[in-house]
């Protein structure tokens, strides 16, 4: 009975800290308890969100997915590439067109991975090369021409009612997620590949499709990210993915999901994105250097994954 | 015993296989290099290469011992601007800041070692964290690039002897004077027995603990001899060096047949893989290819070598051994 409560404690570690730094920070600048700001954040830990989600379905089979900033990067350059050309009709393709980009990638690190089992940290890394090359030689190195369609700039600095689209886009994402890993097959056996490949291959699971499935799940929301952040940019440049991988493999971790798979929580996910956001954002309003900025984030990550360790190891006795 | 021989080149094909592919791109390299192999030519190649090799080598005790480390790249960073402060002015303070420098990569290889060991992380979201910590302070060191490391210490790590490239004779001392002693010591056997089977280690008395704090020790160690390195071809200092080298660093060794579960590989596979990335990257560049074609074609190469260094899937015998790897 101890394992489900020691899990939603782990998930819950993000949140609190979320809480915590926006409570700190108000001591020194009271706008951080306005409205205001706190939907500004959701909309930029919404672009950092979209990427974990994906990283987390890889973490949780106990691979990694490192092809995250070109794959971004790629979605970014197509999409913004159909929407410049300023046809309405390839206007419309632009987002079907980046996600699709998206689910290709996914497919061909699957292949590497499920079919020749290389190692997931080295294949997607070599994915990740390949992507970059294609995107110079596609681009000539520069910054790519073209722009946002209207429906990618509405969904990622548009707002309904008050609220951010793009925290809407990452709300239905993550009930998408919820469902797909909580209410389906897939996602039980997701998490007995984590646990061990194979005792799920010997109980009769396909395991090469779930994983091909998971990295497909991976690629397309680091095409939705890019799409979005293009949208954010109004364009795509040069290596705008690179920040991003860092962050996006810390939130799914401190949200309580082991770096060997199987065993994991999408809402410490969701709360691993709102805590870097906010204490990235909350450094930077207090004019913390970048170089303190680093060591302050990297400390905090560790004593985060220490506590929640050493409770684990109290919980288990 | 008399096919002693053949079973060690056999020990490791991938190793071997590594080898071979070296040989054949430097062969390419310096057949078709517009100024043909000359000392200039085969010394420039060493020293590059030399850089990727020391951080691969940083990588592969981190490995060996079933680890990886995120931060060698930050570490070799740190060191690096720490060396473009204190590596220079007189003998004594060279010998000093040298010194001093690789103190700085050994520590920050124990912090490391010992929030992994103590703290009961996994290895890679632990060094994830100590990465952006050592960056930082790289960071806070030197802000912009810039600094000065002595330019007749620096020559003479990264010229030649005799037509030998002091970089291919830091390679060579490394591996003859450190590795092959090493491997024969207690604590080069328990690095094979810790990465094969923790468990296993622990019970037949191996001060696991001990050991995986020592290989992250050494990782940080050589990360600092690659930071110096940097220093002594670019005679500069520069925070934002790190990422590429972590990142090319595993790319490396798993050329070189390092296994990332750990207990299997060598040193000397390590250095191979590296000098093999850095001879693709350079015959790229007199390969006659578009400039803009050369990332692509460099990371289609770098994915090939790594799926046939990888693909032993198409000769097992039973479906269930992939899982064992």
């Not at chain 1, 499709?209 to 680091?222: P, R």
Request: aromatic share 8%; with cysteine.
């Amino acid at each position: 009975m101890n394992a489900p409560r020691r899990l939603d404690l782990d998930a819950a570690m993000p949140w609190l800290g979320s809480i915590v730094v926006v409570l700190l920070g108000s001591l020194v600048f009271p706008t951080f308890l306005s409205l205001e700001y706190l939907l500004t954040q959701t909309q930029i830990a919404a672009f950092l969100g979209v990427l974990a989600a994906g990283a987390m379905v890889v973490i949780l089979l106990g691979h990694i997915d490192l092809s995250v900033p070109w794959t971004l990067g790629w979605a970014a350059i197509v999409s913004t590439t159909l929407a410049g050309t300023g046809d309405p009709l390839w206007q419309a393709f632009a987002i079907p067109a980046a996600l699709a980009v998206g689910a290709v990638i996914g497919v061909i690190n699957g292949v590497g991975v499920a079919l020749f089992r290389i190692p997931s940290m080295v294949w997607t890394l070599a994915v990740n090369a390949i992507l970059l090359g294609s995107s110079v030689l596609f681009t000539g190195g520069f910054n790519p021409k073209g722009e946002a369609s209207p429906l990618m700039s509405l969904l990622a600095t548009g707002r309904s009612f008050g609220v951010p689209n793009a925290f809407l886009v990452w709300i239905a994402l993550s009930v998408l997620l919820l469902w797909l890993l909580h209410r389906t097959s897939l996602g039980r056996y997701l998490i007995a590949i984590g646990h061990s490949e194979k005792a799920t291959w010997l109980s009769g699971v396909g395991t090469t499709s779930v994983t091909f499935v998971a990295f497909v799940i991976a690629g397309l929301c680091s095409a939705l990210g890019g799409v979005l952040l293009a949208g954010y940019a109004n364009q795509a440049y040069q290596s705008m993915g690179d920040p991003y991988l860092m962050p996006v493999i810390a939130a799914v971790v401190i949200g309580g999901t082991s770096i060997l798979g199987g065993r994991g929580s999408y809402i410490g996910t969701v709360g691993g994105a709102l805590f870097i956001t906010l204490l990235t954002s909350i450094l930077s309003v207090m004019q913390i250097g970048e170089a303190f900025r680093q060591i302050v984030f990297g400390s905090i990550i560790i004593i985060m994954l220490v506590v929640q360790n050493l409770r684990r190891r109290e919980t288990s006795r | 015993m008399s096919n002693a021989w053949s079973d060690r080149l056999l020990g490791n094909p991938r190793e071997l296989f590594a080898a071979v592919f070296l040989a054949m791109a430097l062969a390419l390299y310096l057949g078709t290099h517009p100024s043909g192999a000359s000392t200039y030519v085969l010394t420039i190649w060493a020293n590059q290469a030399t850089l990727l090799a020391l951080v691969a080598m940083a990588q592969f005790f981190a490995v060996l011992v079933r680890g990886l480390d995120l931060s060698v790249g930050a570490i070799m960073a740190l060191c690096n601007v720490v060396a473009s402060h204190l590596v220079s002015g007189s003998a004594l303070e060279l010998a000093f800041g040298s010194a001093t420098v690789l103190l700085v990569g050994l520590a920050c290889g124990i912090v490391n070692g010992v929030i992994i060991v103590y703290g009961r992380l996994q290895p890679i979201v632990a060094t994830l964290a100590t990465a952006a910590i050592y960056g930082g302070i790289a960071l806070w060191v030197r802000p912009t690039p810039g600094g000065i490391i002595d330019y007749d210490l620096a020559d003479r790590m990264t010229l030649d002897v005799a037509g030998v490239p002091v970089a291919l004779i830091i390679i060579a001392g490394i591996v003859l004077l450190f590795w092959l002693p090493l491997k024969r010591t207690g604590f080069g056997l328990s690095l094979y027995a810790t990465g094969s089977s923790e468990q296993a280690a622990w019970q037949s008395g191996t001060p696991v603990a001990a050991v995986r704090i020592g290989a992250f020790a050494l990782a940080g160690l050589f990360a600092g001899l690659a930071g110096t390195y940097v220093g002594f071809v670019t005679t500069t200092g520069d925070a934002g060096i790190g990422p590429n080298f972590t990142l090319n660093s595993i790319a490396a060794i798993v050329l070189g047949g390092v296994a990332l579960r750990g207990g299997v590989g060598s040193l000397i596979g390590a250095i191979i893989g590296a000098f093999i990335l850095k001879t693709i990257s350079a015959l790229m560049f007199f390969s006659g290819l578009p400039p803009l074609a050369q990332p692509f074609v460099e990371g289609l190469i770098l994915a090939l070598a790594i799926a046939i260094g990888g693909a032993d899937v198409l000769r097992l015998r039973n479906r269930l051994e992939a899982f064992e790897r």
